[in-house]
């Protein structure tokens, strides 16, 4: 039997500081770090409202797996969500969706 216990990796600034020392992750993260902010700012808005993936996929009329896939898909890149969905999403966290150029 295995003994070895499952020890999550803790994302906090000390985690991040050390992947973002490696110069191929580093130039990879700062090419889409747009994309990550987006993504901090939703999955942000989730954990403020309290809501799990499922209760947000309620709220906009959808299924949790296409919340799961929502979020996962601005990390993969396979799929930009549109503005709309976007939107539903913001509203269904209790914010609204604001875009700028700056």
């Known amino acids: 039997m295995n003994n070895d216990i499952y ?7 000390a985690f991040r500081e050390q992947l973002l020392s490696n110069p191929a992750v580093k130039a990879d993260y700062d090419a889409n770090i747009t994309t990550y902010a987006i993504l901090d700012e939703i999955l942000s808005a989730r954990r403020e409202a309290g809501l799990t993936q499922a209760q947000v996929a309620e709220r ?8 799961a896939r929502l979020e996962s898909a601005l990390v993969s890149g396979k799929h930009s969500p549109s503005i709309e969905t976007l939107r539903k999403y913001a509203a269904a966290v209790g914010k609204r969706l ?5």
Do not use: F, I, N, Y
């Open 60 to 67: 906009m009329g959808t299924k949790a797996s296409a919340v």
């Open 7 to 13: 020890q999550p990796v803790p994302h906090d600034a």
């Open 98 to 102: 604001e875009v700028r150029l700056v």
